[in-house]
């Protein structure tokens, strides 16, 4: 199956730089909604047939732009949420921003058990997203989008997308509605495309 996974546009935390990792998170800034729009209009010829998304409000908009022309309804899972800031939730200080991402950096080197003050493990983290992806590959789909956070994408690609080259997700981070393609069958995921970095020949 062809999977589309997608960042989130831009939200008022995003400006702000708050670890805002909790549902239902910040709504969607002016410009925001034309990244939305922009989206839509970029994957309109995208034969999506199912579309998921984790339950915060910015992941929910961003999925309803490309859910309703379709006819499809958005399939909200809390296992696409974003990696939980445990106590440091919505702080702005820079140490515990920089504590964030160097967690998500230890995940992607495989120390796993690594988590924030009242936050989850890598192994919580992955696991969850493994599920709803699970589902998504059992509904029987060949294409699917799903809409989710920027460390959470970079920690499950990292850690589950071949092909992948490990800078990418170290370096080269998601932008808002940024996007990753897979293809696979489930029990393995081949990178094809990590937002503007083409991975094999003829990838759309």
Same mark, same amino acid.
């Given at each position: /199956? ?5 960042r ?7 400006l702000?730089? $708050?670890l805002?990792? %909790? ?7 002016d ?5 939305? $729009?922009?989206? %839509? ?38 296992? *696409? ?8 939730e /919505?702080?702005v ?9 160097q /967690? ?7 120390? *796993? ?12 983290a ?17 294409? $699917? ?7 959470? *994408? ?6 589950r ?6 800078? *990418? ?13 897979l ?22």
């Open positions: /199956m062809d999977l589309l996974l997608i989130h546009a831009q939200t008022h935390s995003n702000t730089r $708050a805002d990792t %909790a549902v239902p998170g910040a709504d969607l800034t410009l925001g909604r034309e990244q939305v $729009a922009r989206l %839509a209009e970029d994957l309109r010829e995208e034969p999506l047939e199912g579309i998921w998304s984790s339950p915060t409000t910015r992941a929910r908009l961003t999925a309803a732009a490309l859910a309703e022309p379709r006819g499809l309804v958005v399939q909200e899972r809390e296992g *696409l949420k974003e990696i939980g800031a445990g106590d440091h /919505m702080s200080v820079e140490e515990h921003g920089s504590l964030y991402r /967690m998500v950096l230890d995940w992607l080197a495989g120390r *796993l058990d690594r988590q924030l003050p009242g936050g989850e493990d890598g192994l919580a992955l696991g969850r997203f493994d599920a709803v992806v699970e589902e998504v590959v059992a509904s029987g789909v060949d294409h $699917a989008a799903v809409v989710a956070h920027g460390a959470i *994408l970079r920690a499950w690609c990292g850690a997308a071949a092909q992948l080259p490990a800078e *990418l997700p170290r370096e080269h981070l998601l932008p808002n509605t940024g996007r990753v393609r293809v696979g069958d489930g029990s393995q995921w081949t990178a094809t495309r990590w937002d503007d970095v083409v991975l094999a020949p003829g990838a759309p």
